[in-house]
Nanobody, 123 residues
Framework: QVQLVESGGGLVQAGGSLRLSCAAS????????MAWFRQTPGKEREFVGS?????????SYTDSVKGRFTISRDNAKNTMYLQMSSLKPEDTAVYYC???????????????WGQGTQVTVSS
């Protein structure tokens, strides 16, 4: 099994920056991709971006965050990061870390999920 723990959420003004972390532990050898999702009340969980654990560390993002958010990972620390810049009020959500054997924006691809961390962007 895999355990995922997010951290770094908080309150930030529009235009500001915030970095989220997701620390993975346990049997992570079969989880070749990690991803960030977010969810607001009344909406389904939305894909934000994902990253592979290959040497290329290729990342993919949803259109609404391209150019503003950056996903990175540190294999030695088994940690994934989400650097968020130029934050907008519509970025307000609970952000979740996920891990699974394949990449993509579909929630069913990910077998493990963190507890979520709240990000609030004030106008």
């Amino acid at each position: 099994q895999v355990q995922l723990v997010e951290s770094g959420g908080g309150l930030v003004q529009a235009g500001g920056s915030l970095r989220l972390s997701c620390a993975a532990s346990g049997r992570t050898f079969s989880t070749h991709f990690m991803a960030w999702f977010r969810q607001t009340p009344g909406k389904e969980r939305e894909f934000v971006g994902s990253i592979s654990w290959s040497s290329g560390a290729a990342a993919s993002y949803t259109d609404s965050v391209k150019g503003r958010f950056t996903i990175s990972r540190d294999n030695a620390k088994n940690t994934m990061y989400l650097q968020m810049s130029s934050l907008k009020p519509e970025d307000t959500a609970v952000y979740y870390c996920a891990a699974g054997p394949t990449g993509g924006r579909e929630r069913v691809r990910y077998d493990y999920w963190g507890q979520g961390t709240q990000v609030t962007v004030s106008s």
